[in-house]
């Protein structure tokens, strides 16, 4: 069964510091999102993203988020000077369909992010 | 602005006993709905949707739920529960005219004991 896969399981960075998470989608999908959960609080949307571009985006998803599809292949999500409190399992997802359609979101196994 | 709410932080039950877990959004639109699993250290897994026709949907590993559109809820149960089945729930919707931004509830923790 297809995959999305992401990349690394788990991150620790300096407070400050940028980090990348980087996520490959299934590959005919066109629908990319990313979610986060901090530990002991619910799922939350960060932001999805079609043709090149963010679809919508979450308050959380400040000026310090970006997002990119570099290479039609990977699906990014980079946090330019981390703070403390962006310490959380971030998810990525895909989906074939606007709505989902019949399939319904695939999610990835989670990059685990300790800001220290 | 959609919400969802469940009822239900933590629920602990023994072996073979049943399940069923609250779920009630608010939406003024049409919507789909969910219900994810997330096992201890692993992602989320789809459970059971609903996106149209029979309101009663069944899904994996024996779980099913109801879409009663009247009271916008969208209740998970399970007959019999095992040790296996001790996870996080979490129940999710999406409006249908969304990019399909999935709104999540709290989770309910679920342990079964043996």
């Known amino acids: 069964e297809p995959e999305v896969t992401q990349t690394p399981s788990h991150q620790v960075t300096q407070m400050g510091q940028e980090v990348i998470l980087r996520c490959v989608p299934i590959?005919?999908?066109?629908?990319f999102y990313w979610y986060r959960q901090i530990l002991g609080q619910k799922v939350e949307f960060l932001v999805s993203?079609?043709?090149?571009?963010?679809?919508?985006k979450s308050e959380i998803f400040d000026d310090q988020f970006s997002v990119e599809r570099p290479d039609g292949s990977n699906f990014t999500l980079k946090i330019r000077s981390t703070k403390l409190e962006d310490s959380a399992m971030y998810f990525c997802a895909s989906t074939p369909l606007r709505g989902q359609g019949a399939y319904g979101y695939t999610f990835g196994s989670g990059t685990r992010l300790t800001v220290v | 602005a959609q919400s969802v709410s469940q009822h239900n932080h933590h629920v602990i039950l023994s072996e073979a006993a049943s399940l069923e877990l609250g779920c009630n959004y608010s939406y003024g639109g049409t919507v789909n709905l969910f219900w994810y699993v997330q096992y201890p250290g692993q992602h989320l897994q789809l459970l059971l949707k609903y996106f149209s026709g029979d309101p009663l949907v069944k899904g994996i590993k024996g779980f099913e739920a109801e879409f009663i559109k009247s009271k916008f809820s969208f209740n998970l149960r399970k007959p019999s529960v095992q040790w296996s089945d001790t996870a996080e729930y979490f129940c999710?919707?999406?409006?249908?005219?969304?990019?399909?931004?999935?709104?999540f509830g709290a989770g309910t923790q679920v342990v079964v004991t043996p």
């Open positions: 993203f079609y043709n090149n571009e963010i679809s919508e």
């Open positions: 999710a919707v999406t409006a249908t005219d969304s990019w399909g931004k999935l709104q």
């Open positions: 590959s005919n999908h066109l629908y």
